[in-house]
């Protein structure tokens, strides 16, 4: 890696991003508060309306916790996921003196003459930093994504005020406690601010896939690659959405599979999975091959939650209500009543649904977005009855994952033996070793166990 410079999370730049969020989500606030002190019972839908337009004129990071969330179907209310998932990641791209000054604090004053060429324009920007197109010296097309400047103070004052709004939210409705939500999207969000950390996450991919023909993973040039700059190979590919308008049913399957063991290949035999299906984090290639992207946002599960993942699987398709039971507890969740389990029991029919038929299926004959909104809002309903849940921290990136490639198998209209892919995948499945397994992948990549 390049010389690290000094970043920091500065008094002054919170105390400008307080501002920023206080006074787009005070509004909001107030009026949650108003409605619980005054005993009135408040419209959902114009209070997620008055959400998403509050969060709506802000960029970074909160932004971008309101998209995960808007995924996470028990964390919020159909009414509160529907408006957040209306938010896009429109951060502005800096423009070229800011590009400059980044560039030179992170390479130096005589940056430039580290690439044979270096494009003005960001070809992509997202919430945290965005993408130039370069080319090194030896001719070798690179991706360059820059952070935006501040971002340890952004990241930090909005995850501040999230906590404050899933307080109130708590407050107003006691169906799911999102405190694990919170913790486990702040350590992700920190991690994703460390490029070096989305280095070494990389390396774990290329290990993790390194036999998986249908995924491909850039290379990282550590020389050009700092903590808030990584510089790696740029990978050409046509956008999914392009593909899919006109490629024929075969092609579509093709890549469906492909998408399916480049997300589930790392789980289910390594521990490991990647939380960020945004459909600007991958592009296909002409033979139906995937190019996967963006490393930052990677989650390394104890083997034994894997086993439970599985356990719970099982458990379904056998009726074992015993061992449904001992997959939540491997999850973390405790004092489970009969009545609970079989609330959390329909929502996770709901995911594993696809799973459960040995045929090639349509993923929205069982979940369908109205299927999903109605699952949702049965369990929402029943938690809330039953006095309420707390979610174990591993759901959030867990059902992210789950619920972001359900959306690209549908918009495919892939037509795969999901049931077939699944066993395949976790044929010969054993905690011990996996365990043995994901500390030898760990090691490779020079990242912690978890």
């Not at 003005?120 to 090194?136: D, F, I, P, T, Y």
């Not at 035999?269 to 995937?290: C, E, K």
């Not at 867990?398 to 959306?407: P, V, W, Y």
Request: glycine share 8%; charged share 25%; with cysteine.
């Amino acid at each position: 890696m390049a010389k690290k410079p000094v970043t920091e999370n500065t008094l002054g730049g919170r105390v400008k991003r307080y501002a920023q969020v206080g006074t787009a989500i005070g509004g909001f606030a107030a009026r949650m508060a108003g409605e619980r002190v005054l005993g009135i019972k408040g419209d959902k839908a114009k209070n997620a309306e008055a959400l998403r337009l509050a969060l709506g004129g802000l960029k970074g990071p909160l932004m971008k916790v309101a998209q995960i969330l808007s995924t996470i179907p028990e964390a919020l209310p159909a009414e509160y996921a529907a408006e957040l998932s209306q938010l896009q990641a429109n951060a502005p791209h800096m423009g070229w003196p800011f590009v400059n000054r980044r560039m030179t604090t992170e390479l130096g004053p005589d940056w430039k003459t580290k690439f044979k060429s270096f494009e003005r324009e960001a070809a992509r920007a997202a919430s945290l930093g965005q993408v130039h197109r370069a080319m090194s010296h030896d001719g070798q097309a690179l991706a360059c994504k820059l952070q935006y400047p501040d971002m340890d103070s952004v990241v930090d004052a909005d995850l501040r005020q999230l906590k404050l709004v899933f307080a109130a939210y708590r407050r107003m409705d006691p169906a799911i406690d999102p405190s694990e939500i919170h913790t486990e999207i702040s350590e992700r969000l920190k991690e994703e601010l460390d490029y070096e950390h989305e280095g070494r996450n990389m390396a774990l991919y290329r290990y993790m896939l390194a036999k998986e023909g249908g995924v491909h993973v850039p290379d990282i040039v550590e020389d050009l690659s700092t903590r808030r700059l990584i510089a790696m190979s740029w990978l050409e590919g046509k956008p999914i959405k392009d593909v899919a308008e006109t490629a024929d049913q075969t092609t579509r399957d093709a890549i469906a599979v492909n998408m399916f063991r480049a997300w589930y290949v790392p789980f289910y035999q390594y521990g490991v999975i990647h939380g960020d299906p945004h459909l600007g984090n991958y592009t296909v290639r002409d033979d139906q091959t995937i190019n996967l992207m963006d490393f930052g946002c990677i989650r390394v599960f104890p083997p034994r939650f894997v086993g439970g993942v599985i356990d719970l699987y099982r458990a379904l398709e056998k009726g074992d209500r015993a061992l449904a039971v001992a997959a939540y507890e491997t999850w973390g969740f405790k004092n489970l009543s009969n009545e609970t389990i079989d609330t959390l029991n329909i929502w996770a029919s709901f995911v594993y649904a696809p799973l459960m038929e040995d045929r090639p299926r349509l993923i929205e004959e069982t979940n369908g977005p109205a299927q999903g909104r109605a699952a949702a809002t049965q369990v929402h309903t029943a938690l809330r009855a039953l006095g309420g849940v707390k979610p174990p921290r591993e759901f959030v990136l867990m059902d992210r994952a789950a619920i972001g490639l359900g959306s690209v198998f549908m918009h495919l209209r892939a037509q795969v033996n999901w049931y077939r892919l699944f066993h395949e995948t976790i044929a010969g499945f054993d905690v011990a070793n996996l365990t043995r397994v994901q500390n030898a992948a760990l090691k490779k990549a020079k990242l912690p166990q978890p």
